[in-house]
């Protein structure tokens, strides 16, 4: 099983909302990643997570704030996010913070209005 | 010079063609190379992965790896409507994935 899972699918906000972004996966995977994707362009990285310790944060702006309860589960925060936000964030794992390949989620379709 | 070229397309093929997708890269360490495929408002897909040069086939799919030229391939067969979506080629470096920005292709029925 190579599943990873993202919910909600579809999320509309405000800008002074505050909301949550949730992935899981199953897979023993040790290092979990969000990623954001703008239309027509590659996923760029945002956060990484290795053994449940923040080890990457490619310059995120504050009003968005990553949790790892526990090696399953990772969480991202929003707060009084801006229209330019609207993307589709991808959350994905590996084995490990070095291993190669990386399995992504559905992701979450985000509108901030 | 970015790390990794691949022409945003779009390549409109027809039917049952034959596929060329291709990147072409500029750090010779990367080592091991793998293919995306998103479907539109879905998130990537690992396709193929590879480590060496030469070809790796699994069914319509075949991954091709040049690096005396820096430059990977990868071929669809007798493609289909349901091969229309986005291909990333992809590369690892540094605890980080590098991707290419995609090639948007159509079969068209």
């Known amino acids: 099983d190579t599943e990873v899972t993202q919910t909600p699918k579809h999320l509309v906000m405000g800008m002074t909302n505050k909301k949550s972004l949730k992935c899981e996966q199953h897979?023993?995977?040790?290092?979990m990643y969000w990623y954001k994707q703008k239309a027509k362009k590659p996923p760029e990285l945002m956060f990484v997570?290795?053994?449940?310790?923040?080890?990457i944060n490619e310059s995120v702006p504050s009003r968005f704030s990553p949790e790892c309860p526990n090696s399953s589960l990772l969480n991202l925060h929003l707060h009084a996010l801006q229209p330019e936000d609207s993307a589709l964030y991808l959350c994905?794992?590996?084995?490990?913070?070095?291993?190669?390949?990386?399995?992504f989620g559905p992701g979450t379709r985000l509108l901030v209005l | 010079q970015k790390e990794v070229e691949q022409d945003p397309g779009p390549l409109s093929v027809p039917e049952g063609a034959i596929v060329s997708l291709n990147c072409t890269y500029s750090?010779?360490?990367?080592?091991?190379f793998m293919w995306y495929r998103q479907y539109s408002r879905k998130g990537p897909e690992l396709l193929m992965y590879?480590?060496?040069?030469g070809n790796k086939e699994d069914g319509r799919f075949t991954a091709q790896v040049d690096k005396s030229s820096k430059y990977i391939s990868l071929f669809i067969r007798d493609s289909q409507p349901s091969d229309s979506a986005t291909y990333l080629c992809?590369?690892?470096?540094?605890?980080?994935?590098?991707f290419g920005k995609g090639t948007r292709l159509h079969i068209l029925p």
């Open positions: 750090n010779s360490a990367f080592q091991y």
């Open positions: 897979m023993g995977h040790r290092a």
């Open positions: 994905a794992s590996s084995q490990a913070m070095t291993a190669e390949t990386q399995y």
């Open positions: 992809a590369m690892p470096r540094d605890d980080k994935i590098i």
């Open positions: 997570y290795s053994y449940e310790k923040l080890s």
């Open positions: 590879t480590y060496s040069s």
